[in-house]
């Protein structure tokens, strides 16, 4: 699979280094692949700014945390097309890093994300192939309820099944003295 997308890239990429070349020539060719690597370079510290102000924005509550990480992955995927050698990929790497066009593509992404991240959240049998991976990732042992009692010589916690930590009030009283503790005395 991974060898028949690279050779998919290759033919797109040298057919439009041909396609391009023929119609305004080959030194017009390298000079558009050198404007259009500059302009993405330039795109992408300005773009990266606006996705972390975007990041920062959504965790003050101002902004929408799904908008901010789609943006960011749309601009992480453009700025990696950018560095891929060929006139095809910075095409596609620079129309990423366009704030427009990103804005048409962040609901599909947000889609995207969507799915990935429910399947993610059902968990990993659909994934598995086999129906006993499941099994041996969760044990096939016997579930026992109760309680964690941690005692130690400073304190004794006591802790509820449930995680919550029982906590015991009232005062002290010593009976051997006529004034109230307000602790254990040593």
Same mark, same amino acid.
């Given at each position: 699979?991974i060898?028949?997308?690279f050779l998919?890239y290759?033919?797109v990429e040298i057919?439009?280094?041909?396609?391009?070349g023929n119609?305004?020539?080959v030194?017009?060719?390298?000079?558009?692949f050198?404007?259009g690597?500059?302009?993405?370079?330039?795109?992408?510290?300005? @773009?990266?700014?606006?996705?972390?102000?975007g990041?920062?924005?959504?965790?003050?509550? /101002?902004?929408?945390p799904?908008l901010?990480?789609?943006?960011?992955?749309?601009?992480?995927a453009?700025?990696?097309l950018m560095?891929?050698?060929?006139?095809a990929?910075?095409?596609? &790497?620079?129309?990423l890093l366009?704030?427009?066009?990103?804005?048409?593509?962040r609901p599909?992404?947000?889609?995207?994300?969507?799915?990935?991240a429910?399947a993610f959240?059902?968990?990993?049998?659909a994934?598995? &192939?086999t129906?006993g991976y499941?099994?041996r990732?969760?044990?096939?042992g016997?579930?026992?309820?109760?309680?964690i009692?941690v /005692?130690?010589?400073?304190?004794?916690?006591?802790?509820a099944?449930?995680?919550?930590e029982?906590v015991? /009030? &009232?005062e002290?009283?010593d009976?051997?003295?006529?004034?109230?503790?307000?602790?254990p @005395?040593?």
């Open positions: 699979m060898a028949a997308v998919l290759v033919i057919a439009a280094l041909v396609i391009v119609a305004i020539g030194a017009w060719t390298v000079l558009l050198l404007a690597s500059l302009v993405g370079l330039i795109l992408m510290r300005s @773009q990266w700014r606006r996705v972390m102000d990041f920062r924005k959504a965790t003050r509550g /101002e902004g929408s799904s901010a990480v789609a943006d960011g992955a749309l601009v992480a453009g700025s990696a560095f891929v050698p060929g006139l990929t910075s095409v596609l &790497g620079l129309l366009i704030p427009p066009t990103r804005w048409a593509l599909l992404a947000v889609l995207l994300a969507g799915k990935r429910a959240a059902a968990g990993g049998d994934f598995a &192939g129906v499941a099994a990732m969760r044990g096939n016997e579930v026992i309820d109760g309680e009692i /005692e130690t010589p400073e304190t004794t916690e006591y802790v099944s449930n995680g919550k029982l015991l /009030e &009232g002290i009283l009976t051997d003295t006529p004034t109230r503790s307000r602790g @005395q040593y």
